[in-house]
């Protein structure tokens, strides 16, 4: 890693000016990548930066300066052995946290950093760990037939919601008030397992497209129906200090979900990523927050 003093010097990046509290966010979540990059290389698994993190890998070599996070993808035979390995291997200042356990729901694998701040909006009045985080989006087969992803996304939405509820206690009505009604006899850990599952029904079969099934609002939106053939291999690029791997189709992924990503967008639209949505602090446990007012005023 590079010397931690100089990296977290202020600078101004294309018309944005990057403040020492962005940088030691940033700082962080490499960190925090590096320890993911260190039990991927042991064990031969494969990841790939997404969304803003693999455009900033393209247009910046590093982060887009006012994006906040730091998001990768892995189809699921590797996000299931980098799980399983985690558990014993990571560092243990590192939490790994997936699934629908106690306080915790998630749909992708959050790595989080326990000695700081990484507060959802959502989750602000939970108590599991909050601290700052990398997100790690698994990836699922999915068929070819259009009828038959259509019902496969509609049962996954299905799982989704009902699990959802469990945990933020949604205001329900008609169609929801019934399901909720007829599946209230059925243990969480059942619906969980039901529905991964279901996500995972064409992995041992062979074809064209894969997705993040399980983060259903993009399944929906199609952000992330991928080619196979442009996520199974992956290279190696400059970010920030270090390298990360991108899919090999990393250009055609981008360009179906952003366009001319290459494009910067205007000055005035060059600002914060996850305002009011995440409250980061890198210098305090998410633990110090607990209760206090800012924190409230924050997500206002």
Request: with cysteine.
């Amino acid at each position: 890693m590079m010397e931690e003093s100089k990296y977290l010097m202020e600078e101004d990046r294309d018309g944005f000016h990057v403040d020492a509290a962005r940088k030691k966010l940033w700082y962080t979540e490499l960190k925090i990548m590096e320890e993911i990059k260190r039990i991927c290389k042991k064990h031969g698994l494969q990841y790939f930066l997404i969304g803003g993190t693999a455009i900033g890998a393209m247009r910046h070599k590093g982060f887009i300066p006012w994006d906040d996070d730091l998001d990768i993808g892995m189809l699921r035979a590797d996000f299931d052995s980098f799980l399983a390995f985690s558990r014993d291997e990571l560092d243990k200042k590192y939490e790994v946290q997936y699934g629908a356990v106690g306080d915790v729901f998630t749909a992708l694998l959050r790595v989080r950093d326990g000695s700081t701040t990484g507060i959802l909006r959502d989750e602000r009045n939970k108590k599991g760990n909050q601290g700052i985080f990398i997100e790690i989006y698994p990836f699922d087969n999915t068929p070819d037939s259009p009828l038959a992803r259509k019902i496969q996304y509609a049962r996954s939405s299905l799982y989704s919601y009902l699990i959802h509820d469990r945990f933020f206690h949604f205001n329900k009505r008609g169609i929801r008030r019934l399901l909720t009604i007829l599946y209230k006899g059925v243990k969480t850990e059942d619906l969980w397992n039901k529905w991964e599952k279901l996500c995972k029904k064409y992995n041992c079969k062979s074809t064209k497209y894969v997705d993040t099934i399980m983060l259903t609002h993009y399944a929906k939106q199609g952000i992330h129906f991928f080619k196979r053939e442009n996520v199974d291999r992956i290279v190696e690029v400059p970010f920030e200090f270090t390298e990360m791997s991108i899919a090999v189709g990393n250009d055609e992924c981008l360009r179906l979900q952003y366009g001319d990503y290459m494009q910067l967008p205007p000055l005035e639209k060059r600002g914060t990523h996850h305002d009011n949505t995440v409250f980061y602090d890198a210098d305090h446990p998410y633990t110090f927050w607990f209760g206090k007012q800012e924190l409230e005023e924050y997500f206002r």
